[in-house]
């Protein structure tokens, strides 16, 4: 503790967090929310999680869903998926990761045309060194409406089919959720986009100067990164769905098939609720190594947490507080993933029981 | 007697050209949605691969200059052909480059000497002891008129296959001692183990290389300076020790309960018993574990790029540098990922066939 004291003195850095106050001082490239140079480090820092936390749920959730198909795919009849989807599980997992996101930053960066060049391949849509440009609707304060019903809907839907469920199971009768969802996700929000006056101008990208503006931009870190990791995650999720669905023993598969279930029902209806419980454990670590990994994106430049406190770092020398901070704030993250996946689990096994 | 099995006796006795079209029936087209998802699968790989066959084979320049690759399409494997001694060996001096090639030579030799388990014995783990001490000396020099190499020009594969060989001869013991301290009954002892494991696996690595590369510095005592490499080094042992020690607890968790009582009936101390008869246990059952955790390691050392330590992928990064040699990224790392893959599926391959061996009468 000495040492560290007087090594601290002697570079005059004073210990604590108060330098979270003072100016930030740098840019950073893309930010979900209002930041400018000269606010705080604390702010920074804010945007650094956000960016974190927009990765980890993309991320999370486009690399599952590739390991669920992948690991279906894995175990098919068709020698060919099969195989396919084999050496995809082989190929990604036995490369570093840091090495792939280089790659894909490389191929950006290197092959993709220059900006003046940008691929065009449907109109409004362009490809090139700095990423992916599309049109997005013109704003309007309807939108905001839409996009809440829409989402509001959502949780309605999700709410009649947990009452449906609960009727089915008390009379036997068996009602069809297609018409509710069908309105609360769609008919309410179109209406209200009509009837806010149903704004359809777009946003189209346009080459001015030396970059785009306008329309939406996906940044060459930002693709990249989602690139790397879902494909590196999504090859672990392949294997660990695979190891649970071959968890289910024969005799549900001959069961169902013998009950008439062609071989997706059987899929879809028995094999894969009874391996939830094998595959829901591993993949919550799953989970966790991919908001881990994503802490890569330092490596190429895309502004996760990890890469704002690294800037901070460098320029306050309050390495101690920075590392503490990237700890704490990864812990976070860990902890709040395990309690949610946890109790998911728990779900699920307790329906096993029941059932 | 000469009874031989053969998996299938009637599909030997077809000629080849109907029993490829046996086969594929069977497997490609044996259902209308089959036979379709065969056809795209067929499609897109041809339209995948072609290209990528015209890249590195047809437009492909073996020879001449920058100026050539930049003019042909193709791979430029002058690219390769030009970096792949910088690639593999880093800033290691050009005229003593025979010392480390010998010595990863002997490192993998043993490697492929050991895969045997019947040869895992005493006299291998002191095979393995002067393969490391000769290993050092050969990179490291200074004696007996071999010239010294400082660390710092260590790198490439050598250095990447330091990091992850320490990494896992430390780690390996410490994970033991803390799933050991873990699974104990010293509340206090157990706590802290508790608390390093799930603070360590909490957190990403990089985090440990930054507290290696910032932090330890700060720590230290006036006038000694640790060298990165081995801060690195001490980061990632730090950072496996936790893994291993969960894949150790998982051991110590399947070995039977009987086991455990057995021991205790005969009086054995705590260290008898776990040393003699829980651990070798233990441990053999988790080897595949092991070896995936050590494959990891391996890939891992990668990160030690962000502080910036001339491991493979570093000098990969660094040879793409050469204002000579610009725009050669994909090659450059194509090649990595080459050698990367190489270690890494043998290694996995060999951990499969260790789960076999272990599960069908391994005990002996």
């Known amino acids: 503790m000495t040492n560290t004291q007087e090594n601290l003195a002697r570079q005059s850095i004073a210990s604590g967090f108060s330098f979270l106050g003072q100016e930030a001082g740098f840019e950073i490239s893309e930010s979900s929310i209002e930041y400018w140079a000269d606010d705080s480090y604390q702010l920074a820092l804010f945007v650094g999680i956000l960016n974190t936390f927009k990765v980890a749920i993309i991320g999370n959730f486009l690399a599952i869903i590739l390991g669920i198909f992948v690991g279906i795919f894995r175990l098919s009849p068709n020698w ?16 570093p990761l840091l090495l792939q996101l280089f790659f894909w930053y490389a191929v950006f960066t290197e092959i993709f045309p220059d900006v003046k060049e940008s691929l065009n391949p449907i109109p409004g849509v362009f490809i090139s060194q700095r990423g992916f440009f599309f049109p997005i609707f013109k704003e309007h304060f309807i ?19 947990l009452f449906l469920n609960k009727l089915r199971e008390k009379t036997g009768e068996k009602k069809s959720l297609l018409p509710f969802g069908l309105l609360f996700l769609f008919v309410v929000p179109i209406l209200i986009w009509f009837f806010g006056g149903a704004p359809h101008e777009l946003d189209i990208p346009q080459l001015g100067g030396f970059n785009f503006s306008g329309g939406m931009t996906l940044t060459p870190e930002f693709v990249a990164l989602m690139l790397g990791l879902v494909i590196y995650a999504g090859a672990f999720n392949g294997e660990i769905v695979r190891a649970g669905i071959e968890s289910v023993s024969r005799g549900q598969w001959e069961a169902s098939q013998a ?53 901070t770092m460098n320029q306050t020398g309050q390495a101690i507080e920075a590392v503490i901070l990237i700890m704490g704030v990864y812990l976070f993250f860990s902890l709040s993933t395990s309690f949610v996946m946890n109790r998911y689990n728990r779900s699920q096994q307790l329906k096993e029981r029941g059932a | 007697m000469n009874l031989k099995y053969t998996k299938n006796p009637e599909k030997r006795s077809l000629p080849l050209m109907q029993g490829l079209a046996v086969w594929m029936k069977k497997n490609l087209f044996s259902t209308p949605l089959n036979s379709a998802i065969s056809l795209v699968l067929l499609g897109l790989l041809f339209k995948a691969l072609g290209p990528l066959f015209y890249w590195l084979v047809v437009n492909s320049t073996w020879e001449g200059t920058a ?6 399409d193709g791979a430029c494997l002058v690219f390769i052909k030009e970096k792949f001694v910088f690639i593999l060996f880093g800033f290691y001096p050009r005229e003593l480059l025979w010392r480390p090639v010998v010595a990863i030579s002997l490192f993998i030799g043993l490697c492929l ?11 291998l783990l002191w095979r393995w002891l002067k393969l490391i001490l000769l290993c050092a000396f050969l990179l490291k020099g200074g004696l007996f008129g071999f010239e010294a190499v400082s660390m710092d020009r260590w790198g490439g594969l050598p250095l990447t296959l330091i990091l992850a060989f320490i990494g896992l001869i430390f780690s390996y013991p410490i994970g033991i ?3 050991l301290a873990r699974t104990g009954s010293l509340p206090l002892i157990k706590a802290l183990s508790v608390s390093y494991i799930e603070l360590i696996r909490g957190v990403p690595m990089i985090s440990l290389l930054f507290m290696a590369s910032v932090m330890f510095p ?6 000694i300076v640790l060298p990165k ?22 051991g110590l968790a399947a070995v039977d309960k009987g086991q455990y009582e057995a021991a205790d009936a005969l009086g054995l101390m705590y260290w008898q018993k776990m040393l003699k008869v829980i651990l070798p246990q233990a441990l053999k059952i988790v080897i595949p574990p092991t070896v995936n955790t050590a494959i990891g390691m391996f890939k891992d050392t990668s990160l030690v790029v962000i502080i910036a330590l001339s491991d493979l992928l570093m000098t990969t990064k660094t040879s793409l540098k050469d204002p000579k040699w610009l725009g050669f990224s994909v090659e450059a790392y194509l090649f990595a990922a080459l050698i990367y893959f190489i270690f890494c599926f043998s290694m996995s391959r060999y951990s499969k066939r260790l789960e076999q061996v272990f599960s069908y009468g391994g005990r002996s």
């Not at chain 1, 998926?81 to 490369?95: G, P, Q």
């Not at chain 2, 100026?67 to 042909?72: K, L």
């Not at chain 2, 080094?233 to 020790?241: D, E």
Request: proline share 4%.
């Open chain 2, 67 to 72: 100026q050539t690759c930049r003019h042909n």
């Open chain 2, 218 to 223: 700060l720590f230290m005592p006036d006038g």
């Open chain 2, 113 to 123: 000497y050991s895969r045997d388990v019947k040869r895992w014995n005493k006299l």
């Open chain 2, 177 to 179: 001692l803390l799933a």
């Open chain 2, 229 to 250: 490499l081995l801060r690195a080094q001490i980061a990632i042992i730090m950072f496996m020790s936790a893994y291993m020690a969960e894949v150790v607890r998982g």
């Open chain 1, 143 to 161: 939108w905001k409406w839409v996009w809440m019903t829409f989402i509001g809907g959502g949780l309605l839907t999700y709410g009649t089919s």
């Open chain 1, 80 to 95: 060919l998926l099969s195989k396919l989807s084999e050496s995809y599980i082989e190929l990604a997992r036995n490369i």
């Open chain 1, 259 to 311: 009950l008439g279930l062609s071989r997706w029902q059987t899929l879809r209806l028995v094999v894969l609720p009874q391996s939830l419980r094998v595959i829901i454990p591993p993949m919550t670590s799953q989970v966790l190594n991919l908001i881990k990994n994503s802490s890569l994106a330092v490596g190429i430049g895309y502004p996760d947490f990890v890469a704002v406190a690294n800037t």
